[in-house]
């Protein structure tokens, strides 16, 4: 018998307790030994829930009981998340988090303590929800310089997309339907802003290039500016709008860059839709590969926590994840990226070309007035410095 | 320094020692020491072949130097695979293999001796090649319980349905295609008529069930009946026929079945073409997931074999895989799962409608005298029955 704790109840921290429960038997036999939840940490009291006698609200209760072995954080946020993780790893207990905050911040120092203790510290749920991605990672293409990670990874603005392309909504409708449906936060700026993206593709990179990838230098954009009409475009082009984080290592450096892109029928992420989330991932060896599932949702998040534990039982006195060290990566300027850009603008199909020299045109019967461009490759340098020919652009949304 | 044996120099034999040439240090990083092939048995020689001076004809050689950790089975076959396997892991060396023959075979047996040696038997590459599916099943999915494997297993018949949907092709002219391109084997048996699939699917369900699964149990049919005629149908429904491997938790036990399925653009695996293999799990609490790559192919498959080195160098003295028991899983008959299923027939609309009741129709104008039929969901025994009063089958193809 092997005794944890759950720091927060929420959505997360309840689905890990639920998993737990329903899948006892088999979870007990896979790990060895049967996991009983002793406490629970939360602010609020459950006095409906059978949970409540486990509730405590001083976290000292479990920092200070040697019975726990192993500390679930399902609190989100990197503080109090930090402190209690980082406590728990120095008194030798193991964590297992869903929390992508918390391990894009202080990924390389939480690895590091584990590794030194002998323990771990295991976070599959940060990035992909239930989709297994941080363990193949880390297990399974060892034998593989990875390439490139494209990834869907976060399920509401994947699920906002999908709703516009499907039914000509606005982005302002769609949000607020998602905020209904409870796919989008009251606040959803760390979501449509692309700052949850960001620092999935940061731990994703951190783990395949073995540094501290800060998440403030990856060049982010969210969907918010993304309208009714770029989908119409995007149709008439035959392709879809999806918000992409992308880490590519190139001569200069490993390039990240986070923002909504165009992407043709033949790409491997084109038909991942709604709350699903997708990883792409090319090894030099392996060639392409991709994980696709649920990149949220409180049971197929549970999943991953409740899997990771079931490894840390199975792995008590050692360690297994690959530390990525302190050491900041620098990361290539994104700006020296090269790719294609579809540009909206009002300028005249001369001022276009101009700009751009060959282009493919794309002119919309209902928008009158405007022209939709696809340019040849180019730098992103090289695109602002011809965009700023243009007198007007009403949109730029990068091409894949 | 590690030294290892590679039994076989073929595809995938050399494979094998290209991938750890050439990513040797990320791969000596990982593993944490250096990877030496000291020996590689195989009848010929390699005269032009650096590997030359390592080649022995002899397996004795290899079995009996103390100094190899690790034998790499990359023959393929039941014997002397088998044979030569199981006393490398009586002599405590630990065993990576690609062959899913020996796999299905003797995976009981393997794993236990490993187990009982505290060694490891690994065999990832033996499904999906490149594609991890083993280790995530292994250590990714223990929350879950999977109620769901449906796989799009073999490279080679992927590659045939998808060049015949997408030219028109009949099989006979795809079949010499993909022969000459080195995609089918001069005798394509194992995979047209399923087989390879089948074996595949029986290590899976071994997996997720924790018993052995006889694979000769398993329902078998592939895809050498299938023609350009049927691919026409398909298209007309809207649908591709996929060569599928399913496995299913049911009330009564394993449902299990191998054959050529009509899939519609909602399924998951509707848009995996070409030599691309995809598989598609479903848990109780994770939900859907998908693991797609490259199922075959010399470097892809070799960098599965090369990543399992790594976990054995990794993991020396303590065995990593949950066996399976060798107690034989009786397999619910197939008889009874229920689906749709398409028919093509030369009896009149009233003798179809008279056999199976309500049905879709499909005409195509080009098919004049016969009739493409949609039936309703029932089971296949009753299927059966009705099917037995039209008076000429000219096809079925179950709908998944």
Redesign the interface.
Known sequence: MIKIALLGYGTIGSGVA???R??KD??TK??GEEIEIKYVLDLRDFEQDPIQPKIVHQYDIIANDPEIAVVVEAMGGVEPAYTFVKQALLAGKSVATSNKALVAKHGAELLAIAKEKNINFLF?ASVGG???II??LN???????VEEITGILNGTTNYMLSKMTFEGLEYDDVLKEAQARGYAEANPAADVEGQDACRKIAILTSLICGQQVDFEEIHTEGITRISATDIQYAKAMNRVIKLLAVSKKTKEGYSVLVCPMLLAPGH?LY?VNDV?NAIFVH????????????GA?K??T??????D???IVKNRD?NIM?AWSDQRLTLADYKQSKRRFFVRTTDSRDQVQNAFGAVELIQLPERFGEVGVLTGEMTEEEYEKRAAKLNEVLQMIRVV
Chains 1, 2 share one sequence.
Do not use: H, K, Q
Not at 139 to 145: I, N, R, W
Not at 302 to 307: G, H, I, N, Q, R
């Open positions: 639920e998993v737990l329903i899948n088999s979870i896979r790990a599959e239930g989709i297994p363990r193949p297990s399974s293409l060892t034998a593989d310089e491997p038909s699903f090894g030099n060896v392996l060639g392409d590969a991709m994980f696709y599932g649920s949702g049971l197929p549970a999943s991953a926590v409740a899997a534990i079931v490894d050692r690959t």
